[in-house]
């Protein structure tokens, strides 16, 4: 059973873990804790909850590095700031202009995150751009698709605003359990925004082998029981993969890319 069911946006598990961060300074502080190992801790209890939140929902490298880079200079700022306040010192202007000047990075860093994960707000669409009510504004990125392929941006997009509006829950299990030259079961639960289940719908899944793509599977999932979809996985090498989940049902067509890591 998965520890973190839900997933959460970068901008809640960012500033989350800085407001955790913060608390478990203070606290531990007031536990008798020394300033500096308080500011280690804050700093690293939050970045191992988001690693262990990230082998079950994984982001990518880059906002993993985020993470990082934003947790340890808080853990930083925290240890000054408390130094400080041991010392009863004030805090001279050069140096609370560095910290709001990253302060300020990391809120627009997080803003341009969001528009381009989720999209830019309604409010803000009907007010800046021209003639939103006349046709579909899309605000969000739509995904990366290969160069050679520019010709069809404009169905990719239509696809994702499709994805999106059909609301499906698609939940996988097994993948990050895979193991090299091991044969592992894996689970697609798939239902509709109602919940109820999807039947009879057709699951393929690609699995491209970054290193060597001689290695590349097409797997077809078999339907057990009423939106439940089971196959058989045997990858020939560890390391690092890409699945390349379909699913068709009717004319409504859904899918997911992910980054998996096989282990030995």
């Given at each position: 059973m998965a520890i973190f069911a839900n997933e959460f946006s970068m901008t809640e598990t960012l500033f989350g873990g800085l407001v955790v961060a913060a608390i478990l300074f203070f606290v531990v502080r007031k536990a008798g804790l020394a300033n500096f190992w308080a500011g280690i801790l804050?700093?690293?209890?939050?970045?191992?909850?988001?690693?262990?939140?990230?082998?079950?929902h994984w982001p990518g490298g880059d906002v993993l590095t985020i993470h990082f880079a934003v947790y340890l200079a808080n853990a930083g700022l925290l240890i000054v700031f408390g130094g400080m306040q041991k010392k009863?010192?004030?805090?001279h202007w050069v140096p609370k202009l560095i910290i709001g000047f990253f302060i300020g990075l990391v809120l627009l860093n997080a803003i341009f995150l969001s528009v381009s994960t989720r999209g830019?707000?309604?409010?803000?669409?009907?007010?800046?751009l021209p003639n939103p009510a006349n046709h579909q504004v899309h605000t969000?990125?739509?995904?990366l698709i290969p160069h050679d392929r520019n010709k069809l941006y404009e169905s990719h997009v239509q696809d994702i605003e499709q994805q999106k509006n059909l609301a499906w829950n698609v939940a996988i299990e097994g993948l990050d359990a895979l193991r090299n030259n091991l044969a592992s079961n894996v689970v697609i639960k798939i239902s509709d925004k109602q919940h109820q289940p999807i039947i009879a719908a057709t699951v393929t899944m690609e699995l491209w082998r970054m290193a060597n793509s001689a290695d590349d599977q097409t797997i077809q999932f078999s339907e057990t029981s009423p939106g439940e979809y089971h196959a058989t996985l045997r990858l020939t090498d560890e390391g690092l993969w890409l699945t390349d989940l379909e699913i068709l049902k009717d004319k409504a067509h859904y899918a997911l890319k992910q980054p998996i890591a096989v282990g030995q």
């Open positions: 804050s700093g690293v209890l939050p970045f191992v909850a988001y690693i262990a939140y990230s082998t079950q009863k010192q004030s805090m830019l707000p309604d409010v803000l669409t009907r007010a800046i969000g990125f739509p995904g």
